[in-house]
């Protein structure tokens, strides 16, 4: 009897032990990573070249969090776009959101574009996209493809040009 008493008084300090320890570790200055929360993603459907990941990400932490670049499995570049005069382009610095702020990627305005697809995004699949953040951490979600037909956005001349040598800049647009 004594020996189960004196267990459980060792695994309830233990416990504790644990509980003290993750307080710890989650202060403001924690990964970058352990800020983000993406919800409403998904992804424009698509056969073949290109295609968009749209989403709401938050940044539940107390300080600026930026998104500097992105990938994917599905695709040999992805680019972190913004859309302006109804071109989209790529966004200079990535995607910047503020403490305790939601920043909506949606169509017509920023957005994960996904270049140079490595197989169709059909309907109902999931694309896998991992962002990295400013500090280095990184955080993956999966966004389910739906066929969208809006949203056709020309590819801005961009002063960005490049690095995109040999991607036909002449399909670059959201439309399939
Ligand atoms: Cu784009």
Redesign the pocket.
Same mark, same amino acid.
């Given at each position: 009897m004594n020996i189960f008493r004196r267990s459980a008084v060792l695994i309830a300090s233990a416990s504790v032990g644990a509980l003290v320890l993750a307080g710890c570790s989650s202060d403001a200055t924690g990964p970058a990573a352990d800020s983000v929360v993406v919800t409403d993603q998904w992804a424009k459907a698509a056969g073949s070249g290109m295609t968009?990941v749209f989403a709401t990400v938050e940044n539940t932490g107390g300080q600026d969090i930026q998104v500097v670049s992105a990938s994917s499995p599905l695709s040999g570049a992805v680019e972190l @776009?913004e859309v302006a005069d109804g071109k $989209?382009r790529q966004k200079e610095g990535g995607f910047t959101i503020g403490a305790d702020q939601s920043h909506t990627l949606a169509p017509g305005g920023d @957005?994960i $574009?996904l270049m140079d697809l490595t197989g169709a995004v059909a309907p109902g699949s999931n694309v896998e996209i991992t962002l990295t953040l400013g500090d280095g951490t990184t955080t993956t979600f999966e966004a389910q493809a739906r066929d969208f037909s809006g949203n056709n956005e020309e590819y801005g001349d961009a002063d960005s040009a490049d690095g995109m040598d040999g991607l036909d800049h002449g399909s670059m647009n @959201?439309g399939s």
């Open positions: 968009a @776009h $989209m @957005h $574009m @959201h």
